[in-house]
């Protein structure tokens, strides 16, 4: 049940992420597996499971434009420091949990995860 869970995550988050910036309760735009998953265990899984398949789609964007390199990736990643900010030209790169959010779509979703 969890691949399929995260498979529907991953198909439909940009429609739980727009239900969860307008309210912070599940909506019936939600498919309803993720419906029942929230009923089961809680909006937070879900939430929590969203911002991962974002930081690493977001990861794999970054990768393949270069913006950050392999090496780099992996310097960040063993430093101390978790949350990181990178600006290259105009794009500015968020680092989270080992994730790395491009900044537009991490400040619209980190926004929305922590309405309450």
């Given at each position: 049940?969890?691949n399929?869970?995260?498979?529907?995550?991953e198909?439909?988050k940009?429609?739980?992420i727009e239900?969860?910036m307008?309210?912070?309760e599940?909506?019936?735009d939600m498919?309803?597996?993720?419906?029942k998953?929230?009923?089961?265990y809680?909006?937070?899984?879900?939430?929590?499971?969203l911002?991962?398949?974002?930081?690493k789609?977001d990861?794999?964007?970054?990768?393949?434009?270069?913006?950050v390199?392999?090496?780099?990736?992996?310097?960040?990643?063993?430093?101390e420091?978790i949350d990181?900010?990178?600006e290259?030209?105009e794009?500015?790169?968020n680092?989270?949990?080992?994730k790395?959010?491009i900044?537009?779509?991490f400040t619209v979703v980190w926004?929305?995860?922590?309405k309450?």
């Amino acid at each position: 049940m969890e691949n399929e869970i995260d498979y529907y995550l991953e198909k439909t988050k940009d429609t739980i992420i727009e239900c969860l910036m307008n309210n912070s309760e599940p909506s019936e735009d939600m498919p309803k597996i993720i419906l029942k998953h929230i009923e089961f265990y809680g909006i937070e899984n879900v939430k929590k499971k969203l911002l991962k398949i974002i930081g690493k789609n977001d990861t794999e964007k970054i990768l393949q434009k270069k913006i950050v390199t392999k090496k780099m990736l992996k310097k960040l990643l063993e430093s101390e420091k978790i949350d990181i900010d990178v600006e290259y030209e105009e794009i500015i790169v968020n680092m989270y949990e080992g994730k790395f959010f491009i900044h537009e779509l991490f400040t619209v979703v980190w926004d929305s995860l922590n309405k309450k």
